[in-house]
Structures are given as C-alpha cells and as structure tokens.
C-alpha cells in the first residue's frame, strides 16, 4: 500500500509501482548503495531490470568492497536518476552476489566489452536485487517545474511538483 504525501492523489499504488518498474528499467544506470558496517558507499552500476522476475541484476568485478559488504549486509539501495525530467526512483531490497555463468551469460552486452573481453571471463560475478519497497518522485517536465517554482517564489506558497508515493514491492 502507498504512503500517503501530500501531492500523491494522482496514482494508485499499482501505478506507482509500474511507474518505479519502467522508469528503473528506462533510466538504467543507478547509484548502488551498500552499507560496510560504519558507512554507506555508493557507485554507479548498469541495472538490468526485470520485472517478471522481481529482480534486478548487475554484472560486477569479482574483486571490489561491494562484494564483501553485500556478504555481510546484503541490504542495498537503487537510486536512479533522471535530472532533465525531474524523475527520481529509490528500491531498497537484498542484494545476493554469485557465479551463475548462465544468467551471466544471458545478460552479456556489447556493453561490458568495456570491462571484460567476453561472457566468460572468469572474473564477471552477478549481483540480483530482490526489490522490497520502492520511492517515485514523478514530476512534470522541466518547464512545468520552472513555471511551478516560479510562481511559489512569487506567492510564498510550496510548488505542487508532482507524485511522490512509497510502495511495497
């Protein structure tokens, strides 16, 4: 069920979760967040999003503090990030790092030639998220916005900037 904010009337809880859904798969790079025991460390990842798995997976280095961290304190946080449309996405779930050469494979780009010669360096592990709730700020374009914040620095009056709902995924 969504939290309730004040400008929120406009979606459902299941619009705001197929909201979250497309604009994490439409966005694809995120913040990763992970937590080592005394602070928060984030990096930008690229996020392949599948919904009818309700998961999201990244290819990652087999070295790196992220992997140790999720090992001890598998809860993450996605933040995802579209400035020119006001967009802002936020899932938080358990991460789970592996060596499943298949799904690793399947999920191979020519992206990640950047990283890695093929599907089958040795060095490639998978990290999935298993999402368990989710954040949308969905605002209007960047001149809706302007004209929004204009007019509340001429009245004194908080601009109406667009949907903002918590659901549980």
């Known amino acids: 069920m969504a939290k309730e904010h004040p400008d929120d009337n406009k979606k459902t809880p299941a619009e705001v979760t197929d909201r ?3 604009l994490a798969k439409k966005i694809d790079i995120c913040m990763f967040t992970t937590w080592d025991g005394q602070n928060q460390r984030s990096r930008p990842l690229s996020a392949r999003v599948f919904r009818e798995e309700n998961a999201i997976h990244f290819l990652v ?12 304190f598998p809860t993450v946080s996605l933040a995802w ?8 996405v936020v899932i938080a779930g358990k991460a789970k ?9 399947s999920l191979w780009s020519d992206w990640d030639k950047a990283w890695w010669n093929d599907e089958n360096d040795p ?7 298993t999402p368990e709730d989710g954040e949308l700020w969905d605002s209007p374009n960047a001149a809706v916005t302007f004209a929004k914040m204009a007019v509340a620095a001429v009245t004194g009056a908080p ?11």
């Open 20 to 22: 979250i859904w497309e």
């Open 81 to 88: 990030v579209d400035s020119g449309g006001h967009k802002y």
């Open 97 to 105: 790092l592996s060596n499943d050469r298949a799904k690793i494979a």
């Open 159 to 169: 601009p109406k900037m667009g949907d903002n709902a918590e659901v549980k995924l």
């Open 61 to 72: 280095d087999v070295e790196g503090h992220k992997n140790a961290e999720i090992e001890r």
């Open 123 to 129: 060095s490639i592990r998978l990290i999935t998220v």
